[in-house]
């Protein structure tokens, strides 16, 4: 059964840090491009992080400014995201994905997609 759990969310005050993880599998993982996604109330899902089969490869939105980092473990098939200086801003549902073809940038091109980690910032 191909599946994506994620972890490690919950409520932090504004310029604290969280580590997301998000434990794959089903498939073999090392294959996969791997991102994060987040879904903030009444927004639609944007990607925020995407990572290559190595780990050597990394990509970021610019809203992200530095503050998160992805990586990756395969010899336990799980993604991490670091998340520092968090602010109210960062509030949203997380999710992880595997990226199955197409633009990495847009959620349609990622499947298996967990039930999501929520994270509040509050101010």
């Known amino acids: 059964q191909v599946q994506l759990v994620e972890s490690g969310g919950g409520l932090v005050q504004a310029g604290g840090s969280l580590r997301l993880a998000c434990a794959a599998s089903?498939?073999?993982?090392?294959?996969?491009?791997m991102a994060w996604f987040r879904q903030a109330p009444g927004k639609e899902r944007e990607m925020i992080a995407n990572?290559?089969?190595?780990?050597?490869?990394?990509y970021y939105a610019d809203s992200l400014k530095g503050r998160f980092t992805i990586y990756r473990d395969n010899t336990e098939n799980t993604v991490y995201l670091q998340m520092n200086s968090l602010n109210p801003e960062d509030t949203a549902v997380y999710y992880c994905?595997?990226?199955?073809?197409?633009?990495?940038?847009?959620?349609?091109?990622?499947?298996?997609w967990g039930q999501g980690t929520p994270v509040t910032v509050s101010s």
């Open positions: 994905a595997y990226h199955l073809s197409g633009s990495l940038g847009i959620p349609t091109s990622y499947d298996c």
């Open positions: 089903g498939r073999p993982f090392s294959r996969y491009f």
């Open positions: 990572i290559n089969w190595s780990g050597s490869n990394t």
